[in-house]
């Protein structure tokens, strides 16, 4: 739909939020962006549960580096 040059992952299950140290208080799951940059492995990452515009200011950043 809005044609993103990445993969978005939605982990109805838990097991990545778990391995991936996304879990809060309670099991609940935290909200975190990853990069995960072309090898595959994580480069950077934003964790902000209540905060959206870190997330948003996260995303820019990423794609100002995909487009250098």
């Not at 609940?28 to 549960?49: L, N, W």
Request: charged share 35%; with cysteine.
């Amino acid at each position: 739909k809005y044609r993103l040059p990445f993969r978005l992952l939605c982990d109805t299950e838990g097991a990545l939020a778990a391995k991936y140290d996304a879990r809060g208080l309670m099991g609940m799951t935290k909200r975190v962006s990853y990069y995960v940059d072309a090898d595959g492995h994580i480069a950077d990452r934003e964790e902000s549960t209540l905060r959206i515009k870190r997330h948003e200011a996260f995303i820019e950043r990423v794609l100002g580096r995909a487009r250098q």
